[in-house]
């Protein structure tokens, strides 16, 4: 079955270390979307990617990288510089044109703790 | 401000009874609407989508309505079941220029349907 996976499922990170987050789609979508989610809030996006080789920073990119090596993996490095990482991470995959008519694929997210 | 809100924030109604969610947009210029569910710890899944011109989609036991001229938009549950115990989370794409849009999401309304 198509769709997008997300690994792992629960993260932990020590102070000042960078930690990366697995995203791989097999749908042939164009567009992957990193997002972020905290309670109370609605999602807010870090990084997008419209194309291979290609991405652009989001609302709240400080503190994220990312890569788009390859059409169906946009993986997530959330850096030592984020202060505040603690936060349900989710990745998302749409046709090209950001699906206009198509809705987003999510994956099942990645929860990230700060210890 | 491109704004998306919703309410109520937390419902509890029992097992077999209808309920309304309402959500709110202050986005322009407009897209599409998209209602998604996610469960506890999930990624969310896509309920419905409209653009300005649909009034009503349905989905099952959920049927969406869209109001563009007053910016209003409802998500309607007919004979709740337990299972659709979750977060409902509106989404307003914003459109700015081509094939590109920008989704703002909504904080959701925590759904919680009681034997």
């Known amino acids: 079955d198509g769709g997008i996976t997300q690994s792992p499922k629960y993260l932990f990170r020590k102070e000042g270390q960078n930690v990366t987050l697995s995203c791989e789609q097999n749908?042939?979508?164009?567009?992957m979307y990193w997002y972020r989610q905290d309670p109370g809030q609605g999602l807010r996006l870090i990084y997008y990617?419209?194309?291979?080789?290609?991405?652009q920073k989001g609302d709240i990119a400080e503190g994220y990288s990312v890569s788009r090596e390859k059409k169906e993996s946009f993986p997530l490095t959330v850096t030592s510089a984020q202060k505040n990482p603690t936060a349900f991470y989710l990745c998302?995959?749409?046709?090209?044109?950001?699906?206009?008519?198509?809705?987003?694929?999510f994956g099942s997210g990645t929860r990230l703790t700060v210890v | 401000k491109n704004q998306v809100e919703q309410s109520p924030q937390s419902l509890i109604i029992l097992e077999g009874k209808n309920c309304t969610l309402q959500c709110n947009y202050t986005v322009s210029p407009f897209s599409n609407l998209r209602w998604y569910k996610q469960d506890t710890g999930r990624g969310p899944v896509s309920l419905t989508i409209m653009t300005f011109s649909e009034n009503t989609k349905s989905n099952g036991r959920y049927t969406a309505t869209l109001d563009a001229d007053t910016k209003q938009s409802s998500l309607h549950i007919t004979a709740s079941q337990l299972s659709d115990s979750a977060s409902y989370i509106c989404?307003?794409?914003?459109?700015?220029?081509?094939?590109?849009?920008?989704?703002?999401f909504g904080t959701g309304t925590l759904l919680a349907v009681q034997p």
């Open positions: 998302a995959s749409s046709p090209k044109g950001g699906g206009v008519f198509y809705g987003y694929t």
């Open positions: 990617s419209q194309i291979v080789n290609d991405f």
């Open positions: 989404v307003v794409s914003h459109s700015y220029g081509g094939a590109t849009n920008k989704l703002i």
């Open positions: 749908l042939n979508h164009d567009a």
